[in-house]
């Protein structure tokens, strides 16, 4: 994986939190916040240790990765921190 997508993230989200049937996270969601979807701190840690774990790096415990944060500040942040070789 050269670049962490949205549609990667959307797959990790799936599988850590689950998804809302009244949310579609296949549509516009860049721009939304994860509390905004439906997803509290705690779904937001699932994630985050998934995505740390699968992808061998540490986010930071900020608002980028936060239930205040969006897809877009997530993906950003991931993409900053993954090695150039993965």
Excluded at 40 to 57: F, H, N, P, Q
Aim: charged letters at 25%.
């Amino acid at each position: 994986m050269a670049t962490f997508t949205q549609a990667d993230l959307v797959g990790y989200i799936r599988q850590a939190a689950g998804e809302d049937e009244g949310f579609d996270l296949d549509g516009d969601i860049a721009d939304i916040t994860f509390a905004d979807m439906g997803y509290d701190s705690i779904a937001m840690v699932e994630v985050t240790l998934l995505v740390e774990r699968e992808l061998g790096i540490g986010l930071p415990e900020d608002d980028k990765a936060s239930k205040n944060s969006t897809p877009k500040q997530f993906v950003e942040l991931v993409n900053e921190l993954l090695p150039a070789s993965i």
